[in-house]
């Protein structure tokens, strides 16, 4: 059974239903009184649903009503929704977002309101549900990229093909990708190749006839913002302007309770950027890095190799590690600092010749010693991949030269891999459902083992709530210490072209370009999953040391909610809000 099938009985709600902590609105839509002489209809959704939201999507007719209220704490980013759908076509359509004020119509420094279109594209029959495409059946248009500019990618719904534009030096041009060739790695053009670049404020667009298009709206929420009522207001062209009332908590969320890493592939090339998962130039590793730290995430995997395997990881061995230092210089400067390095830029493989293990225990030091010069405590070498039976009791002997030389070993793999191994590996990255049960049989296998959940799923289906869910409440559900997830990008072949694998749909939390990440309903739905995990995490930390009834309801919650089949994690949020604020003024 896969991730996916496992979570689809319990990801059902209706399109227009409001996440219940936006609690305020008794209804999604909002339109003024007048709203008959507008040409435009515009209504909030749940940016989180589980039901695609389509250009065929309609929209169902609802009363007036205020805009909802989103709770939200300081230093943290909220996220909204909403569709706007019109009979006529609009021409230089768009969403204006005011600034953020308090009660007194002060504006409030440092709040910014961001604006993206979510663009619809075909992808590989699978899509929304898999990472592996389905064997037969046509492409699928499927919600995807929150882009600035609608009009970087067209669709052709007659050929079910996507065309992307290219700002090159001779101007612009186009690409359609239309799964042709059919290859079996990656495909890594540079960013002169494949000049694909968004632009860095929503651009005014036509909005087409009797079609639903849907906005991804995020609110920058300062971190030094006192408790109270905050507004926005969305403008939408010839339709009704939505109120956005923002409820800022009296209390600040402490980091996520379990560890967030993800398999990052990206590599500082000595050469021009690329537009791939492979290898970026200085900007581009800045800008996916600072994308990765603003999700949650704050302990990526390094790629970057300790000696080249191809020309662009360095011309020798001295300029790859030049790089790898600047590669880890770069995390630092974005605010990545981890203790902990989990690194693949020398994986341990299985020799067992002398020289070979030599050569093994003169690297690990080399890349501890480096690592240590960056500030970290614990260097962990990755080991064969998946590796089952006897390739991976195989690795015995350079594991023990790993753990002997000041390094630690990770790996994927199933739980079998405690049983024969697991008295030299330190993390295992399990591939598969997390449950309590396989946290409880790990530590009675190997009691320091560190449990990070993988492939529950892989990045590829769009869906944000599968991603909330799963790497969030479902995920602290199962005890695990954490998760490192595949993969923020890597492409089958070139990742913009999701027909072009034989086997599997492009691994895509964001996409490439020449400058910065496209972000995805996916990669939005993971970070409002750790966000989850905060809360529960704030609730645990007051209700330890309340001994008000209010605490004690928060206790006898948390003990419930462990075992509980989890259907809507904003209701969840919604509840442990509520206890929060009960706990407050006694506590």
């Known amino acids: 059974m896969s991730a996916i099938d496992a979570v689809a009985p319990y990801l059902t709600g209706a399109l227009l239903l409001l996440s219940p902590h936006a609690a305020s609105a008794a209804s999604g839509h909002t339109r003024p009184p007048n709203h008959d002489h507008f040409t435009v209809t515009a209504a909030f959704v749940d940016p989180f649903s589980p039901i695609p939201i389509l250009p065929d999507t309609e929209l169902a007719d609802a009363p007036t009503a205020p805009g909802p209220t989103f709770k939200v704490t300081p230093g943290m980013y909220l996220s909204a929704s909403l569709v706007v759908r019109s009979p006529v076509s609009v021409v230089d359509f768009t969403v204006s977002a005011s600034q953020v004020t308090n009660n007194d119509d002060a504006v409030i420094s440092g709040a910014t309101v961001d604006v993206r279109v979510v663009k619809p594209w075909f992808q590989a029959p699978g899509a929304w549900q898999s990472q592996r495409r389905e064997r037969s059946g046509q492409p699928v248009l499927v919600p995807e990229l929150l882009l600035h500019d609608w009009d970087l990618v067209t669709t052709n719904y007659g050929t079910r093909r996507n065309t992307v534009r290219l700002h090159g030096p001779q101007g612009t041009t186009y690409a359609t990708f239309t799964g042709s060739p059919i290859v079996k790695s990656e495909v890594i053009p540079t960013t002169s190749d494949l000049p694909i670049m968004d632009s860095d404020t929503l651009l005014p667009f036509t909005l087409p006839a009797n079609e639903t298009v849907q906005f991804w709206v995020t609110v920058d929420i300062p971190k030094d913002l006192p408790a109270g009522k905050y507004k926005a207001a969305l403008r939408t ?83 790859a590690q030049r790089l790898l230092k600047e590669a880890l210089a770069t995390r630092q400067a974005q605010g990545l600092t981890s203790p902990d390095l989990y690194y693949l830029g020398r994986t ?123 790497y969030g409440l479902r995920l602290w559900q199962s005890g695990f210490d954490g998760a490192m997830i595949y993969a923020f990008q890597h492409s089958m072949g070139n990742i913009w072209d999701d027909l072009d694998h034989p086997i599997y749909r492009d691994h895509a939390l964001t996409y490439p370009t020449v400058d910065r990440p496209l972000d995805t309903l996916a990669w939005e739905g993971l970070r409002e999953g750790i966000v989850d995990t905060q809360y529960v995490g704030a609730v645990e930390s007051k209700a330890s040391s309340c001994r008000s009834d209010a605490g004690l309801r928060a206790r006898r919650y948390l003990t419930q909610l462990r075992d509980s089949v989890i259907v809507d994690p904003a209701s969840v949020r919604s509840e442990l809000i509520d206890l929060a604020l009960a706990m407050s003024p006694n506590c």
């Open 348 to 470: 341990t493989s299985n020799p067992t010749s002398p020289a070979e293990l030599a050569q093994l225990e003169r690297d690990v030091r080399a890349v501890t010693k480096i690592a240590a010069g960056h500030g970290y405590r614990n260097t962990f070498f990755y080991g064969i991949d998946e590796a089952s039976g006897d390739i991976l009791s195989s690795q015995r002997m350079a594991w023990s030269i790993v753990r002997s030389s000041g390094g630690r070993i990770f790996t994927a793999g199933r739980i079998d891999a405690l049983a024969d191994m697991g008295d030299l590996l330190d993390a295992l990255v399990y591939q598969g459902l997390p449950s309590a049960e396989l946290r409880s049989q790990a530590h009675a296998t190997a009691a320091n083992v560190r449990m990070l959940s993988y492939d529950n799923p892989q990045s590829g289906p769009e869906n944000p709530a599968v991603f909330r869910l799963n």
């Open 237 to 319: 062209t010839k339709g009704p302007v939505l109120a956005l009332t923002i409820d800022v908590l009296p209390f600040a969320l402490p980091p996520p309770p379990l560890e967030y890493s993800i398999y990052y592939r990206g590599k500082l090339s000595p050469h021009d950027g690329t537009v791939s998962s492979e290898y970026k130039n200085a900007q581009q590793l800045s800008a996916d890095l600072a994308n990765i730290r603003r999700h949650g995430i704050t302990n990526p995997t390094v790629y970057q190799r300790f000696r080249p395997k191809f020309p662009r990881d360095g011309r020798s061995d001295r300029e």
